[in-house]
């Protein structure tokens, strides 16, 4: 199926944006009256359209009070059509909106634990990470119910040569390096926060997704398990430079230099 990227205009088409957000998280999010207003002050709001001129994906990204700093709020895909690569794509338009617009750095939060997120944020996009939000949202609902909205703030500098890279299809290199944690059936086991090599790995659950569904007491203990060692990583100035699933899906996390 062809899909035209393209900006998201008009009332009634701010409103189908707000139908498709609902059904994606299964919970209320932004109503379509603010989304009209916060375009006509600079925000981006930029979807995926089938031939039928059918939204199945967006994303909303808006002003900061930093110049040239965009705040990327929401990313969405439609279940049906995820296996098109529709959320990088968008990412892409998003890249190029801003850029013509003198926009060069674009961040946004996202669950640490969830590998869609990884892979896209990370290895597809060249995004890192080095902040980490605690129970950012508060208690939500819907597919995020049931541990604390602990999220990292990602940070894609749009002309930085590891996003140019992966923009250009270029291959990547993932150093080897020691595992900070140990994992056995999806359950976290030992942390060893001694180590302080260049580059440190930390393994991450295969599926946190259905975890949270399905099993609330794995899903509090990952979340916990993978606050402490992003906290205490990100404080000894480190942070999140990849992904990789090679020897089990997980972060690499490069030692930044001393400024």
Known sequence: MNYELREITGNLEMQELAALERQIWNSDHVPAELYRAMQDEGALLAGAFTNDNILVAFV?????????????????????????????????????????????????????????????NIAKLGATASQYLENYYGTLTGI????????????????????????????????????????NDEHPLEINLELQTPYLKMRLPQDYSSILSENPDLAL???????????HYFAQGYRIAEFTLLGGAGYLLEKMPQS
């Open 144 to 183: 995020n119910a049931g541990a604390p909205s602990d999220r990292v703030m990602a940070e894609w500098v749009l002309n930085d040569p590891r996003v140019m890279a992966r923009h250009f299809g270029e291959p990547r290199t993932i150093p080897d390096a020691p595992e900070i944690n140990t994992v």
């Open 60 to 120: 909303f990204g808006f002003p900061t009070r930093i110049p040239g700093v965009q705040h990327s709020h929401s990313l969405g895909v439609k279940l049906e059509h995820r296996a098109a690569g529709l959320g990088a794509k968008l990412k892409w338009f998003q890249r190029d909106w801003c850029l013509a617009k003198k926009i060069h750095t674009v961040r946004w939060t996202y669950d640490p634990l969830r590998l869609a997120n990884a892979k896209l």
């Open 221 to 231: 203990g990952w979340r916990l398990h993978g606050r402490e060692i992003l906290q």
